[in-house]
């Protein structure tokens, strides 16, 4: 596998000859040039929250190629296609927004900046795609103003429903944005960590175009490109996320369908987001210093260089490795391993790497939801958190290590008993 990642053009690229160019080389998502470089490839791996409740734990289960690519014309980083035999999402796999504290506050002071930088009151209106049980919406009708949202899940769009939030049940798209603007054309449209999970970012991109007032703002989250390179991110890499996308990628997909980007911020959120701001490509705002630091930041970080994404592919290699030995070390060391967590980037890091039972004991999830099942692929058990202090493990290993501090807070008790942490923070090591 590693002369694909070092270069297509040897031996393994000699092998891809024997295969239809569809599956060696499909089309980009955005611009539709042929894809020829690999970014990570992570094997085989299950759907991350396809967690397997215990009593189907003996029951065949579905894998699926999970290799990014990158496009050498428009630096989109895009997953490769897959194939499956139904839907790969469950229906009732249901990701309630509103479980996080900190990202509520997020969202709350979100609202309250927008309101005051765009002078929203009762006679605009936000649209909101992806807008789950209404977590953010909520607050601005609790302003007076004017909400919209799309939500594709049914069940999250009735709890938004039952809190009075006026929700659309559909996918985003041209077709759905013509039929919301012959009611009204939003003033702010926002969509967070929405974009990177659309398998046609151009369909989607396109009905912003079409439900955007003229004068109107768009701003989009979304875990950054380049703090995915920098910090080795590569485990938030999954197939619910289609794209991995930087400034300058989202600004030649929103140029290509007569939308500009004028300005950005930088989150921490996701291990490092952005937050860019939109409108139409006729509208009078100026490209802020902020957008054009940026784009500068990311020319000289090499994103505008394919060579940059091949090489990314070697480090998530050797990763792999390094973090497969400290793992070996502990156990040798006769130390037991409970992880935290059952999200989706702990799911990418223990399937590539082959981690299961023989490594941790169990992890847990405070979501009751995700209780009595079992990680898909590796079947660790997922147990509720009291589970830490029941069997006191020597090392919980945070798998969601972009809210390691919140979790080392919780569980500060396991000192009592001269337990460990261990995060990735990039590399995978005991945290002080
Ligand atoms: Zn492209």
Redesign the pocket.
């Known amino acids: 596998m590693a002369l694909v990642v070092a270069d297509t053009t040897t031996a393994a690229g000699a092998a891809d000859e024997a295969r239809p160019a569809a599956v060696t080389r499909p089309p980009?998502?955005?611009?539709?040039?042929p894809?020829e470089h690999v970014f990570a490839d992570l094997g085989m791996s299950p759907v991350a929250n396809d967690n397997v409740p215990i009593e189907h734990a003996n029951a065949m289960e579905p894998f699926f190629p999970l290799c990014a690519l990158v496009?050498s014309?428009?630096?989109?980083v895009q997953l490769a296609p897959f194939e499956t035999q139904k839907p790969l999402f469950r229906e009732d796999y249901a990701y309630f927004s509103s479980y996080s504290s900190s990202w509520l506050e997020h969202c709350r002071r979100y609202t309250e900046q927008m309101i005051e930088r765009l002078g929203l009151e009762a006679s605009s209106q936000v649209i909101e795609l992806a807008s789950n049980d209404g977590y953010l919406l909520q607050y601005f009708k609790q302003a007076g103003i004017p909400v919209l949202g799309i939500e594709p899940t049914d069940n999250t769009a009735q709890v938004a429903l039952e809190k009075g939030i006026p929700t659309r049940v559909e996918f985003w798209g041209a077709q759905t944005a013509r039929a919301v603007a012959e009611e009204a054309q939003a003033d702010l449209l926002l969509g967070n960590n929405v974009l990177a999970h659309v398998p046609d970012i151009n369909d989607f991109v396109a009905g912003m175009k079409i439900a955007l007032k003229a004068g109107g703002t768009i701003t989009i989250e979304f875990p950054h490109l380049l703090k995915l390179i920098e910090l080795n991110q590569w485990d938030t890499i999954y197939h619910e996320h289609y794209s991995y996308l930087s400034f300058g990628t989202v600004g030649r997909v929103f140029e290509a369908h007569g939308l500009r980007l004028f300005d950005v911020q930088e989150l921490p959120t996701h291990g490092g987001s952005l937050r860019i701001f939109g409108c139409h490509e006729d509208d009078p705002r100026e490209r802020s210093d902020a957008a054009r630091e940026l784009l500068e930041r990311e020319r000289a970080a090499g994103l505008e260089d394919v060579q940059t994404y091949r090489d990314y592919g070697a480090r998530v290699i050797e990763d792999k490795r390094e973090i497969l030995t400290f793992l070996i070390d502990l156990k040798r060391a006769g130390n037991s391993i409970a992880g935290y967590g059952a999200a989706a980037k702990g799911n990418t890091l223990l399937n590539y790497c082959g981690a299961g039972r023989d490594f941790l004991d169990f992890t847990c999830d405070a979501n009751p939801h995700k209780q009595h099942h079992v990680l898909p692929g590796t079947h660790i058990p997922i147990l509720g958190p009291e589970a830490i202090r029941e069997r006191r493990p020597d090392v919980v290993l945070i798998l969601p290590w972009n809210i390691k501090d919140e979790i080392m807070q919780q569980l500060s008790y396991i000192r009592e008993w001269g337990g460990r942490f261990a995060a990735r923070s990039p590399e995978l090591r005991l945290l002080p």
Not at 28 to 33: D, M, N
Not at 73 to 76: M, T
């Open positions: 980009c998502r955005f611009c539709g040039a894809l496009c014309q428009c630096f989109l």
